[in-house]
């Protein structure tokens, strides 16, 4: 029979045993927090470059909609463009682009312009040179679809020169997907005084990551003249779009809209083809993704 020192031996030795068990036991760490933001972000909507937008805006997306700046400070691009525009009347026009990109500090883009103009005879003639600037308002994502002014000033050879102003608005949204819209005054400062206002836009979806995106896009005409300013014509287009970037340099875009009402051509078709002499794989810096949904 154990008597009652035994037992009182026994629990003492029991809780000295295991106080010392604790004490020995490594105290618990707290892991640090780990958020995961923007997991079903496409690479090509990955932030890059000084003003942290998304790759996606290095190459033309959008023949008819300009997005924010596309170079960084002195980065050089060129591109040709030809536009191809079929008249109710049957008659048909095509135009051929010579540009030159060059990206300024502080947000901003130079663009140079060299068009000619090619009738339905094959016959060309030089159609104007322009000369256009953008200013981003801020970095991306720090102002709602990151606003962008641009201003472009055309010599026209054959007719008064051309005055065009637009606001520039885009972003995107998780899954690949991409848009644009741009508000748009032009004014012909000679002769019948010709007025536009445009409103453009376009939507897009990456189907292969940095590669290959299809898409639709619209665009809005009013124009007027110093003989028709009280009847407007007024001109919608919409149509089907594609971007395919060969590599990281050289990409192609088009889009072929069709005229939806008397007023408007029956088509206007557009392909641009652009290459990039400022940026290689080794000059792609991405940012940490933020948290931006």
Sequence with gaps: MINKPAILL??????????????????????????ITDVNLFNDQRAIGETGRPEWTTARRFPTTRVYIQKEPWQVGAGTWWRYRHKRDGTSISRATAEIEIGLPHRMQLDLYYDMAIDGSRRS?????????????ADWGKLP?????YAEYKWVDEGADVLELKLLLGDQLPGGWHYGANLVWEKEL???????????????????DGKFSLGIEGKYVHET?????????????????AQWRITDKFSVATTALFGLNDDSPRQECWLVLSYDFGRGADETKYKPVSGRR
């Design 145 to 149: 679809l990151n606003p962008t002014l």
């Design 10 to 35: 026994l629990a003492t030795t029991a809780a000295a045993t295991t106080a010392l068990a604790e004490e020995k036991r490594p105290a618990a760490q707290k892991m640090p927090e780990v958020t």
């Design 225 to 241: 003249t110093t003989t028709s300013r009280s009847e407007p014509e007024h001109k919608y287009h919409v149509g089907p779009s």
């Design 125 to 137: 003639r030089t159609e104007d040179f322009a000369v256009e600037l953008r200013y981003a308002l």
């Design 190 to 208: 000679g002769g019948e005084r010709t007025t536009e206002w445009q409103l453009v836009g376009g939507v897009s979806k990456t189907l292969v």
